[in-house]
């Protein structure tokens, strides 16, 4: 069974395009590569606003017990339901935390891969 894999970092629109591009011409070809999944950002701090680290915490914390509610992982990272409700909302918006058909929130990525060029 292969993991679930998505690489996010900070890339211009044009490089992401590329690639883009790039996989659809070997699609067209017929060569079937792995699916990469990537969620990039246009800078560190945008980046940085979305991963902060209560969120990390509560992507980590839904990785190794959940699926949970909102309600049950506010208690469960002893954290304010208002704030966790924020987080998971801001997660879920970017696709890295999922709801089930119960609604219980997951986190379906096995490895996140973050990459961060800090001089260019």
């Known amino acids: 069974m292969s993991k679930q894999h998505i690489h996010i970092g ?24 792995q699916t990469e999944i990537h969620l990039n950002f246009e800078d560190f ?29 506010s208690k469960k990272l002893e954290r304010d339901y208002k704030n966790v409700h924020v987080d998971a909302s801001a997660l879920e918006e970017v696709d890295l935390i999922q709801r089930t058909k119960e609604g219980l929130l997951v986190a379906p990525w096995d490895v996140i891969d973050a990459h961060v060029r800090l001089v260019a």
């Open 10 to 33: 900070v890339e211009d629109s044009e490089r992401g395009f590329e690639r883009f591009t790039e996989a659809w011409h070997k699609a067209e070809d017929g060569e079937s590569g």
């Open 45 to 73: 701090s945008m980046l940085a606003s979305v991963l902060t680290p209560k969120r990390l915490e509560l992507m980590k914390m839904l990785r190794q017990n959940g699926p949970f509610s909102v309600r049950a992982l």
